[in-house]
């Protein structure tokens, strides 16, 4: 089983439509939950922190559940520049060494 | 703004010459990684440094080395390139991970393809 899991998509959508993706993770110790945001031929970028307590940034908002171990993100009235990929990422400790695991992502296409 | 740079955007080797790629970065980050990045795979980290001269085996190091003399400077050294190395490679930086304070954010380079032919 892989550590983060997403649907790779890929969603495509209209301009203006609300789309939610979600992901699990495998690791309860996990501390720390982000989504980045690669588009095409291009490196990751943070897009946004995931807190315990949800949280909004834009059109964006992130939320994390524990208990079930999966974090959302949804975007509300997509735009065309929205169409990337969206990687989930957590923390997790490897031998005494803190890392991010990087899920595989999930592809959003906007379409006019 | 965090800059951190990549010798090559595009390589392309012949199996089984000795391979350098080099990343720098400007931040002054104690932590760099090296991840490889293919289709439906994601992120796989090859290996990681937390200060220099320090090394750690990541997930696939498997055909790997890496050097970190100076703190700006990480390098990936692929001893002996073979086809399965064609990937796109990421470097990243991070500033140093205190727990109970929150996580850092990680940046990248631009990546480098290489192609082992």
């Known amino acids: 089983r892989k550590e983060v899991e997403q649907d790779p998509g890929p969603f495509n959508v209209p301009e203006g439509a609300t789309v939610a993706f979600n992901c699990t993770y495998s690791n309860s110790a996990s501390q720390s939950f982000f989504w980045y945001r690669q588009d095409c031929r291009k490196e990751p970028k943070l897009l946004m922190s995931v807190y315990s307590s949800g949280n909004e940034d834009g059109r964006f908002t992130a939320q994390l559940n524990r208990a079930s171990q999966y974090i959302s993100l949804l975007i509300r009235d997509s735009k065309l520049s929205d169409s990337a990929t969206y990687l989930c990422v957590v923390n997790g400790w490897s031998g005494g060494y803190n890392k991010l695991i990087f899920g595989a992502g999930t592809r959003l296409a906007v379409h006019p | 703004d965090v800059k951190v740079t990549q010798s090559s955007r595009y390589l392309v080797k012949r199996t089984g010459e000795k391979v350098f790629l080099e990343c720098v970065q400007d931040m002054d980050h104690e932590n760099m990684f090296w991840y490889r990045q293919d289709p439906g795979l994601g992120l796989r980290l090859i290996y990681f440094s937390y200060d220099v001269k320090m090394k750690e085996k990541g997930d696939i190091p498997e055909g790997y080395s890496v050097s970190r003399e100076k703190k700006e400077r990480f390098s990936l050294i692929l001893e002996s390139a073979s086809t399965n190395q064609t990937s796109m490679y990421l470097c990243?930086?991070?500033?140093?991970?205190?727990?109970?304070?929150?996580?850092?954010?990680?940046?990248f380079g631009p990546g480098t393809r290489l192609t082992v032919t």
């Open positions: 990243a930086t991070r500033a140093v991970y205190v727990v109970g304070t929150g996580d850092h954010e990680q940046y």
